[in-house]
């Protein structure tokens, strides 16, 4: 799908804030960066336990951009969650001590397809019951992209269900769709929406250079297309610290400087500089429909 209404070499940008309603932390340095900053779009982990802090401070702010982070894994070692849905109903999802696994490769060995659906519609639907219609979704550690593609089916079907955009890459899409088309053909695979770029800072990058290289360099070189940077906004303050205690990365300071280079005055001048528009979800949903609507009107 690319008739999107827009000049293919444009340069659109989503800056894309993971893991709102993972902390206090989180939750005021997400909002600050979207409302002073020039991040504008976030997701939500059900989850997690300040979720619900999350959203109600989203009432004071309903134009904001905000999607839902899929969320099957729990990747911290003092910080625990379990699903959303009935443990009975979701019992290779989670451990002997009732939390998600750790990792996408724990994951991966053991959850079931059908039980990776259920959770997925469970978060979905808890949302929406908080007031939050989420402006498209996405996968926590990506986890949903790297294993079996029925999890990859399960979550274009629960978007296309609940008439929710699901952030996906071609390549990730073409490879599945072309191997194993039987498991995709009630999709509609063409007319799903899907990137062009995805970014997001390595760990290497981060030793090696730091976070104001890592962007400043990212935002010179951007390509044309629809483009997602994913960050993770937050303080390096006592509760992140705890939260990510033993993680070399994505941890307190590595959040912290995230937030500092989308909040300066440095990274509002390279949108300028290098010509980038920023585009939110709701708006590439809303140029889709008008498309498919204009589509089904001419009868094209």
């Known amino acids: 799908m690319r008739k999107m209404g827009h000049s293919p070499r444009e340069k659109l940008l989503i800056i894309h804030a993971d893991d709102l309603g993972l902390s206090q932390s989180q939750n005021k340095a997400t909002i600050q960066s979207m409302t002073e900053g020039i991040v504008n779009s976030a997701s939500l982990m059900m989850p997690c336990r300040y979720a ?9 702010h309903p134009e904001l951009d905000i999607g839902l982070h899929l969320t099957l894994t729990c990747e911290w ?13 979701v019992p290779s999802l989670l451990n002997e001590e009732g939390h998600m696994h750790p990792d996408c490769l724990t994951f991966l060995e053991n959850a079931h397809p059908e039980e990776v659906e259920i959770e ?23 986890c949903i992209f790297k294993g079996r593609p029925e999890y ?16 996906v890459r071609p390549e990730v899409l073409k ?37 104001n290289w890592i962007y400043s360099n990212l935002l010179k070189n951007l390509q044309p297309g629809i483009n997602v940077l994913l960050i993770h906004p937050a303080f390096d303050d006592d509760e992140m610290k705890r939260i990510t205690s033993g993680h070399r990365y994505w941890n307190a300071a590595w959040r912290q400087a995230d937030y500092d280079f989308f909040m300066s005055q440095k990274s509002k001048n390279a949108l300028h500089q290098y010509n980038i528009k920023l585009i939110t979800w ?8 008008s498309n498919k609507n204009t589509r089904s009107s001419t009868g094209i």
Not at 77 to 89: F, Q
Not at 152 to 167: C, H, N, Q, R, T
Not at 190 to 211: C, F, N, P, R
Not at 282 to 289: A, G, L, R, S, V
Request: charged content about 25%; glycine content about 6%; proline content about 4%.
């Open 120 to 142: 997925m519609r469970a978060q979905i639907q808890s949302c929406i019951r908080a007031g939050i219609m989420p402006s498209h979704l996405d996968s926590h550690m990506s």
């Open 282 to 289: 709701k708006e590439i949903n809303e140029i889709k429909n």
């Open 175 to 211: 490879s599945a769709s072309n191997n194993l088309p039987h498991l995709f053909k009630d999709l509609e695979v063409g007319d799903l929406l899907t990137v062009d770029h995805v970014y997001i800072a390595s760990e290497k990058q981060y030793e090696l250079k730091g976070m």
């Open 152 to 167: 990859l089916v399960s979550y274009l079907k629960v978007g296309k269900e609940f008439g929710i955009p699901a952030m």
């Open 77 to 89: 070692s003092e910080y625990k969650w379990g699903a959303l849905s009935p443990a009975s109903e």
């Open 52 to 60: 619900y802090e999350a959203i109600d401070m989203l009432k004071d």
